[in-house]
């Protein structure tokens, strides 16, 4: 079945891809020293061009990714392994949940977990019901599951199950130029065009993961102030905090990922539940369970207006939220599949396809479901009964002003933040691993050095940002110029994404289980066809031992 096995053996670094994207990460680091107004210029302007001018493509491409991973679970593709015939899976399944949970989106979570929901109650997407509403509730709630449920798992999926697909089934290189060869061949997938391919998945995983530290560096900084340890931020102190998670998921990266990021995983997962279960208990817990049926509800029943939301109606108000929320997510997960596709490939060896489409899909996306409910619904309780936890609109300082208002606040505010640090330290960890994969052609065990550099890279360029938006006073800007860049490189991506849906099509039709079902069921009707013909339709279909002798004076062609 395997194409070849170049995955196999001692990393070879490719020295085209390592150093031509590593020439871009200095030259746009050096130019944001020399001129960041500039650059933040050319990113904003670009940015915006995207947004007003193929926004509607991130829409259509987001939904049919949704449509596209459902297919192939309940087609017949879904039995087809991840691996060879009678393989196992590597890890055990709760540790593969917690893996890729932590990677795909758990810094996002502690993040956006208060904010969104939050943000969507006092401001609604426009033309739909005042802010502050009974109906603002019900609007926010779907609006954020809409957001951080099948879409973006979706998205991942099919990255994912692509390179996972052709890495452990085809035996190709575990890149994504190599889902790409019954498309353009072994030469080209090898050659130019499957280098470029790789060069901006490494550049995007990145960029994804400095503006994702720099995320995660703005909450720590902003619990450590809400917890009375430092008074106004400065650039010393982001620096420092991420000098010090960079050592940390550097040393996690190095160790392996069934060492380090699977301890990290599982750890996070209890301490998340912990962190859960007490908002559950302290907070609104009547409010809370009230609003598990009602957002569910409102999800399935909004779906088609969600999805269907465009610049074309609502005019400027609603192309400008969609802009900042809806078109932007897509954007952000399609560009974050490099990474989180390749890791969840690397992670589901032996999984058939309808197990791995329904853990990565449905899984994260009912924990989603459960997250928004507890910390949105305590959020939006807090707020309705006139606590101002909603503030200035600040996301980073949002959870830790919910948290003000609820027993033992120290205690859980030095609990987020060592929720934000690990799981930015598991989801940095398995970064560092993918752009090693990618810099030496799809090692799934890339060497220490590589693995280190884009470790030290990835904080090198979050520090560095941070520290030109700290000097001019505002330090959530700080990242604007960087996140912007990853989200240019959405936009070829899209255009990747949907190509590998096109590939792994034309993968799974030549498959020898496809095929053997295939030559199954046309042996099947041609048994049914002649037993009908010379038995009148009364016929039975039986199975006998093969006749030896039979066998070896038939001529060979028969056999």
Same mark, same amino acid.
């Given at each position: 079945?395997?194409?070849?096995?170049?995955?196999?053996?001692?990393?070879?670094?490719?020295?085209?891809?390592?150093?031509?994207?590593?020439?871009?990460?200095?030259?746009?680091?050096?130019?944001?020293?020399?001129?960041?107004?500039?650059?933040?210029?050319?990113?904003?302007?670009?940015?915006?061009?995207?947004?007003?001018?193929?926004?509607?493509?991130?829409?259509?491409?987001?939904?049919?990714?949704?449509?596209?991973?459902?297919?192939?679970?309940?087609?017949?593709?879904?039995?087809?392994?991840?691996?060879?015939?009678?393989?196992?899976?590597?890890?055990?399944?709760?540790?593969?949940?917690?893996?890729?949970?932590?990677?795909?989106?758990?810094?996002?979570l502690m993040f956006f977990g208060v904010s969104e929901p939050l943000t969507h109650f006092v401001s609604p997407p426009p033309g739909t019901v005042p802010g502050g509403s009974e109906e603002a509730i019900t609007t926010s709630m779907a609006t954020s599951l809409f957001h951080w449920t099948l879409h973006p798992w979706a998205i991942y999926a099919v990255a994912g199950l692509a390179i996972a697909y052709s890495s452990f089934r085809r035996g190709r290189s575990q890149l994504i130029s190599g889902v790409f060869r019954p498309l353009i061949g072994k030469r080209n997938a090898e050659g130019p065009i499957g280098k470029l391919i790789d060069i901006l998945a490494l550049f995007a995983t990145l960029f994804g993961s400095a503006a994702s530290l720099g995320i995660g560096t703005l909450q720590i900084s902003a619990g450590m102030k809400a917890a009375g340890w430092i008074g106004e931020t400065s650039s010393i102190i982001l620096v420092l905090i991420i000098v010090v998670l960079t050592i940390c998921f550097i040393a996690s990266?190095?160790?392996?990922?069934?060492?380090?990021?699977?301890? $990290?995983?599982? *750890?996070?997962? &209890? @301490?998340?539940?912990? %962190?859960?279960?007490?908002? +559950? =208990?302290? !907070?609104?817990?009547?409010?809370?369970?009230?609003?598990?049926?009602?957002?569910?509800?409102?999800?399935?029943?909004?779906?088609?207006?969600?999805?269907?939301?465009?610049?074309?109606?609502?005019?400027?108000?609603?192309?400008?939220?969609?802009?900042?929320?809806?078109?932007?997510?897509?954007?952000w997960w399609i560009s974050w599949t490099?990474?989180?596709?390749?890791?969840?490939?690397?992670?589901?060896?032996?999984?058939?396809?309808?197990?791995?489409?329904?853990?990565?899909?449905?899984?994260?996306?009912?924990?989603?479901?459960?997250?928004?409910?507890?910390?949105?619904?305590?959020?939006?309780?807090?707020?309705?009964?006139?606590?101002?936890?909603?503030?200035?609109?600040?996301?980073?300082?949002?959870?830790?002003?919910?948290?003000?208002?609820?027993? $033992?606040?120290? *205690?859980?505010? &030095? @609990?987020?933040?060592? %929720?934000?640090?690990?799981? +930015? =330290?598991? !989801?940095?960890?398995?970064?560092?691993?993918?752009?090693?994969?990618?810099?030496?052609?799809?090692?799934?065990e890339p060497s220490r050095w590589v693995v280190i550099f884009w470790g030290a890279a990835t904080g090198a360029v979050a520090a560095i940002m941070l520290v030109i938006g700290t000097s001019g006073g505002d330090a959530e800007k700080a990242l604007d110029g960087i996140q912007n860049l990853t989200f240019l490189g959405a936009l070829p991506f899209a255009v990747v994404m949907v190509l590998m849906c096109v590939a792994l099509m034309k993968d799974l039709r030549s498959d020898e289980i496809t095929l053997r079902e295939a030559k199954g069921a046309e042996v099947l009707e041609q048994a049914v066809i002649v037993g009908s013909e010379e038995h009148d339709g009364e016929f039975q279909l039986v199975t006998t031992p093969v006749d030896e002798e039979e066998t070896e004076q038939a001529p060979a062609g028969d056999k």
């Open positions: 079945m395997s194409d070849n096995t170049e995955f196999l053996g001692k990393p070879r670094t490719d020295w085209v891809v390592f150093g031509v994207t590593a020439a871009i990460m200095f030259a746009i680091v050096i130019w944001g020293g020399l001129g960041t107004d500039s650059l933040s210029v050319a990113s904003s302007a670009a940015l915006d061009w995207l947004l007003v001018n193929t926004g509607w493509g991130f829409v259509l491409a987001a939904t049919g990714f949704v449509v596209f991973a459902l297919f192939l679970a309940f087609s017949k593709y879904g039995r087809i392994p991840l691996g060879q015939d009678g393989e196992k899976p590597e890890f055990r399944t709760i540790s593969w949940i917690a893996m890729m949970f932590s990677a795909g989106m758990g810094i996002g990266a190095v160790s392996g990922v069934a060492k380090g990021i699977q301890w $990290l995983s599982n *750890i996070n997962m &209890v @301490l998340a539940g912990v %962190l859960a279960l007490f908002i +559950f =208990v302290v !907070g609104p817990t009547v409010f809370i369970l009230d609003l598990l049926p009602t957002m569910l509800g409102s999800y399935m029943s909004e779906f088609g207006e969600m999805a269907s939301r465009a610049g074309a109606t609502g005019g400027p108000d609603m192309q400008s939220w969609l802009a900042s929320w809806t078109i932007f997510y897509w954007a490099p990474f989180v596709g390749m890791f969840i490939a690397r992670i589901s060896r032996g999984r058939t396809i309808r197990q791995f489409v329904g853990g990565v899909l449905l899984v994260p996306s009912v924990v989603s479901l459960v997250w928004f409910a507890i910390f949105g619904g305590a959020s939006i309780g807090l707020q309705k009964g006139g606590a101002n936890v909603y503030g200035d609109g600040t996301a980073e300082a949002q959870t830790f002003s919910v948290l003000e208002n609820l027993p $033992l606040t120290l *205690i859980t505010s &030095v @609990l987020v933040m060592i %929720l934000v640090a690990i799981f +930015f =330290v598991s !989801g940095a960890d398995a970064a560092s691993v993918v752009m090693g994969t990618l810099s030496q052609r799809g090692s799934i």
